[in-house]
């Protein structure tokens, strides 16, 4: 079975976001065993400097890197990945299944994104759309792509 992780920076506390990724977790059970990974957001003031900014996304991207285990693919979720439609991201999971990669990792950073230098090791930069989503609706996003892609790879009519 496929290993399949989303590493997410910030909790998730709506009940509705909660439910809605319950679901997506539930019915991506049967194709694959997806890691759902929360890791807390880097504490800034205010108003921070960029140089702040910089320093907490790279803590962060440290505790992403300490939570993907050896010979994973990496898809970062940013703003200047590129657009992908459903059947190119279930080309992704086929051309995926076909490397020496153990697990596929995706991960969505916290409000202030992602440090270049994790984006820079990136398999895959994935973005969702031009237009700016909460980070806790893109999780939901996410996994429903990710079972629309098994979807997809199956036949299954639920991709229409």
């Not at 950073?109 to 990136?122: D, F, I, P, R």
């Amino acid at each position: 079975m496929l290993s399949v992780y989303l590493i997410c920076v910030g909790k998730l506390k709506e009940k509705f976001y909660l439910d809605a990724c319950g679901e997506y977790l539930k019915r991506l059970s049967a194709y694959c065993k997806l890691t759902l990974v929360e890791l807390p957001e880097e504490r800034l003031p205010q108003n921070p400097s960029r140089a702040q900014i910089e320093q907490a996304l790279e803590k962060e991207s440290q505790a992403i890197r300490a939570k993907l285990p050896p010979s994973t693919s990496l898809v970062c979720l940013c703003v200047e990945g590129k657009l992908r439609s459903s059947e190119e991201l279930a080309g992704m999971f086929r051309d995926w299944e076909g490397g020496s990669s153990k697990h596929l990792a995706f991960v969505i950073g916290g409000s202030y994104g992602l440090a270049q230098s994790l984006k820079a090791e990136a398999w895959v930069r994935l973005s969702m759309s031009p237009m700016t989503f909460p980070h806790h609706l893109a999780r939901v996003m996410v996994l429903e792509q990710i079972y629309r892609a098994f979807k997809i790879n199956e036949g299954s009519s639920y991709h229409k």
